[in-house]
């Protein structure tokens, strides 16, 4: 039988096992730029089978909270290449989320103080992090977005193409499109955020044109086999609606099939909360959308994620239900969360205070299991 702690084979990269870390923003990286602490904390979860980055923004345009990083400057990609290589001397392997956050930004956050972008001029009712001059966080409203005109498109797209690129340059053993969440892709895909007229809005094959524009582009430029996507069908997380998901999600993985992806990387649920969260009538079929994805031909890797124990993880890849399971929270306060699910150990608690901005305390100073601290 498989276990979560059998190694895998995603597209000749060998994990050590199925448990992945899933990407978790800490808004650490002042202008950008991950700091050597920021390479500590990943190196200390390398036993994680994959390490996927906090979400990385592709360009200024695509950031939307405070001191999050980025991979458009070379004293980001050098920042990440100092993280790259201490996750891979501890033998781990890393991919970086990109991210354009789309309507989900601040002016203040933005190039000369403009309006974030979005498919249309629809304002997010979520809220963005900031921190103030004098160092402590807040919470703020997204702000008014602007429409952007289809010419500006192939530019945006142009910005994943670049970023990919970089990560290469910086190490990484891949990448996984951010195109979950309520962020700038997704805001293409659901109605409730695209009322665009043109060929990118309406129909669920307008609607997921962006999406098929950023995953040809990066596969062009780095190979499929290096290239994930992240995708949350029914999340409400930044106001993110659509009334009904189950085609629109089938559409998209049916597609991505012909692409040849590493892997699939679905959150159940709403995104860190209820697994059981449903958008329009009817429970989302997860099933269903692995067996379109399959039925179409792909043959990446499914991975699931949302709040799953121990025993749900196990359960998922011995009946073949997933391929990995990604963890989120519980990576943050374990560093040595394999191992502890290994052992069924106890797990350390989270401080929530801790989890967005700061320093070393709450990120690289959680305790590991005494024999092998
Ligand atoms: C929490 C806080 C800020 C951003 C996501 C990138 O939900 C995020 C995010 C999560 O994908």
């Known amino acids: 039988m498989t276990t979560l702690f059998d190694s895998f084979d995603l597209s000749g990269l060998t994990l050590a096992n199925r448990i992945v870390m899933a990407p978790l923003t800490r808004n650490r990286s002042p202008r950008a730029v991950p700091l050597p602490i920021t390479a500590t904390y990943y190196a200390q979860r390398a036993s994680a089978g994959l390490l996927i980055t906090e979400a990385t923004a592709i360009s200024h345009q695509g950031q939307g909270y405070a001191n999050v990083p980025g991979l458009y400057t070379a004293e980001a990609i050098a920042g990440w290449r100092a993280v790259t290589d201490a996750v891979h001397a501890q033998g781990g392997k890393i991919v970086v989320q990109l991210w354009h956050v789309g309507r989900v930004s601040h002016t203040t956050l933005q190039p000369d103080g403009q309006a974030p972008v979005a498919p249309s001029s629809i304002q997010a009712k979520a809220n963005t992090y900031l921190i ?184 998922a890849i011995a009946s073949g239900a997933a391929d990995l399971v990604a963890f989120g929270k519980p990576f943050i306060s374990n560093p040595d969360l394999v191992e502890r699910l290994r052992r069924g150990d106890a797990l350390n608690p989270g401080d929530s205070s801790t989890y967005y901005g700061g320093g070393e305390r709450g990120y690289t100073d959680y305790p590991v299991l005494a024999e092998h601290a």
């Open 132 to 315: 103030d001059a004098d160092g402590s966080g807040s919470f703020a409203a997204t702000s008014q977005p602007r429409a952007l005109n289809a010419e500006e498109l192939p530019g945006i797209v142009e910005d994943y193409r670049r970023a990919a690129r970089a990560a290469i340059d910086a190490g990484f053993d891949g990448v996984e499109i951010h195109a979950a969440n309520g962020y700038l892709i997704d805001q293409f895909l659901r109605s409730g955020s695209n009322q665009r007229t043109d060929a990118y809005g309406g129909s669920i094959a307008n609607r997921a044109r962006f999406l098929f524009d950023v995953v040809e582009a990066v596969t062009a430029e780095i190979g499929s086999a290096r290239t994930g996507i992240r995708l949350s069908p029914v999340t409400p997380a930044n106001d993110s609606f659509d009334p009904a998901p189950q085609p629109l999600f089938e559409y998209v993985v049916h597609k991505l099939a012909a692409y040849a992806l590493s892997y699939v990387h679905v959150i159940e649920g709403a995104t860190g909360g209820p697994r059981d969260h449903q958008q329009g009538d009817t429970p989302f079929d997860y099933a269903a959308l692995k067996q379109a994805y399959r039925q179409a031909g792909g043959q990446g890797a499914w991975m699931v994620n949302n709040g799953y124990d121990r025993d749900q993880a196990e359960q």
